[in-house]
């Protein structure tokens, strides 16, 4: 039989909670008063048969983690707090729809989003939350820009997010695109990089890792650049690390360049750039037959970068223009 939480567990001193974990307690209703508990910052709710999350929730101003997964009733997802860095929603499989993706806010922890094994998902409202996904990424990117731009800052680390779920298309507001896991950008003007117009960029890649149950994945990305007068080589940044998932899935990131990555970048050209997998804690060879079935990036951009007025998502969109996709 199922039970409601009981309302009563959120007062009588409670509001100082900051860890709750109800998984897997035949929970089927939460009750609104759980955007009570201010101080909350990690909460398990895993394994219930609940269908709803109470719209209270946003006022969980510290809530850091989120976890649902495996919450077979659940229907849908209402706004969740900026503060939220990692949501684990991966099979619900009543799941239909939800209401964003990546906080705007960069003080925020880099998020990490899952929701593979969603297959319910409404491919409409999907495609419509992935447009402003990739909004809220260019506006973390220039709230970034503004902040480092502000504080006068010399050395600031790489800021990243990411997200996962059922999907087997990129959206065309990534102007490069390419079926299989390698891009090749047309080169930009020299000194591209010296006067930090370019901040990072947005990537999405399909992948599927059949018959590989109990594997987990390292997504790396390789960037090849040109110095002036010098051969090119290859710079690799570690993205994120991926479990099994059995169908197509759509992975959707952003990745901020650090000082470091600047500073290895100066006086340079970016010519291509490839994504591919590693077996964790494996320092092998990449796992070419498991590299990603197509992927695209945005290259993102300074406010007021005068080498790409179309920088942002919104601007791509409105003119309604994208690169030609290198195959």
Wanted: net charge negative; with cysteine.
């Amino acid at each position: 039989m199922g039970l409601s939480l009981p309302i009563t567990i959120f007062f009588d001193g409670l509001y100082n909670l900051t860890y709750l974990d109800q998984s897997d307690c035949c929970i089927t209703k939460l009750p609104e008063s759980i955007g009570q508990l201010s101080s909350l910052e990690y909460l398990y709710l895993s394994k219930n048969n609940f269908e709803r999350i109470p719209k209270s929730i946003i006022q969980l101003s510290k809530l850091s983690c989120l976890y649902l997964s495996y919450c077979g009733k659940l229907q849908s997802l209402p706004k969740l707090p900026c503060s939220l860095h990692k949501l684990h929603a991966h099979h619900c499989t009543a799941l239909e729809s939800l209401s964003g993706l990546f906080p705007k806010s960069y003080e925020s922890c880099p998020p990490r989003f899952e929701l593979n094994g969603n297959y319910n998902l409404d491919r409409n409202v999907v495609g419509g939350i992935l447009e402003d996904a990739l909004q809220n990424i260019q506006h973390v990117a220039t709230a970034r820009w503004e902040h480092m731009h502000a504080q006068e800052k010399i050395s600031y680390p790489e800021f990243e997010g990411f997200a996962i779920l059922p999907g087997n298309e990129i959206s065309k507001s990534f102007c490069f695109q390419s079926m299989g896991s390698l891009i090749k950008l047309k080169t930009p003007p020299a000194g591209w990089f010296n006067n930090k117009n370019v901040m990072g960029f947005a990537f999405g890649a399909i992948v599927s890792f059949r018959d590989h149950y109990d594997d987990v994945f390292e997504l790396f990305c390789d960037i090849k650049v040109k110095p002036k007068d010098c051969d090119p080589h290859v710079i690799q940044i570690y993205l994120e690390l991926y479990c099994y998932v059995e169908s197509d899935h759509l992975i959707l990131g952003y990745y901020l360049f650090g000082n470091d990555n600047l500073n290895g970048f100066r006086d340079c050209v970016i010519e291509a750039v490839q994504f591919y997998f590693k077996k964790d804690h494996d320092d092998s060879e990449r796992l070419e037959c498991w590299g990603p079935k197509r992927c695209g990036i945005h290259l993102l951009y300074a406010p007021d970068s005068s080498e790409d007025p179309s920088g942002s998502f919104n601007n791509e969109r409105r003119r309604g223009t994208t690169t030609p996709a290198d195959d």
